[in-house]
C-alpha cells in the first residue's frame, strides 16, 4: 500500500483580483484590489508520497481529488494538521 501525507491550506481558497474603478472625488480610473472567492479551490497540498508517478509532492488536489484518494484502497492517507509540515512558509 502506498503512503500520502497531505496538508490543508485554507489560503486557496480566495484569490487577489484587480479590478479598475472610478475614484470617488477625481473621477479618473484607479486599480482596486478584491479578494474573490475561487470556484474549486485546490486547498490539498501533498507533502511526502511512496511509490508513486501520479502525484509527486507539492502537487495540490481539490476536495473531490483527496476524497477519492481517501475512498480507494489503493493509498493509505495522513492528513496532517495545518502548517505541520511546512513552517516558516517554506514548501517541506
Do not use: A
Amino acid at each position: 500500500m502506498r503512503k500520502v501525507q497531505i496538508e490543508y491550506d485554507g489560503s486557496m481558497k480566495k484569490k487577489y483580483v484587480d479590478q479598475r474603478v472610478k475614484h470617488p472625488k477625481t473621477g479618473r480610473m484607479m486599480r482596486d484590489r478584491v479578494e474573490v472567492d475561487v470556484k474549486d479551490p485546490k486547498c490539498w497540498e501533498i507533502i511526502t508520497i511512496e511509490n508513486s508517478i501520479l502525484y509527486s509532492p507539492g502537487h495540490r488536489l481539490t476536495k473531490r481529488q483527496v476524497e477519492s484518494l481517501c475512498r480507494g484502497n489503493k493509498y493509505e492517507v495522513v492528513i496532517g494538521g495545518p502548517g505541520q509540515f511546512t513552517p516558516h512558509k517554506s514548501r517541506y
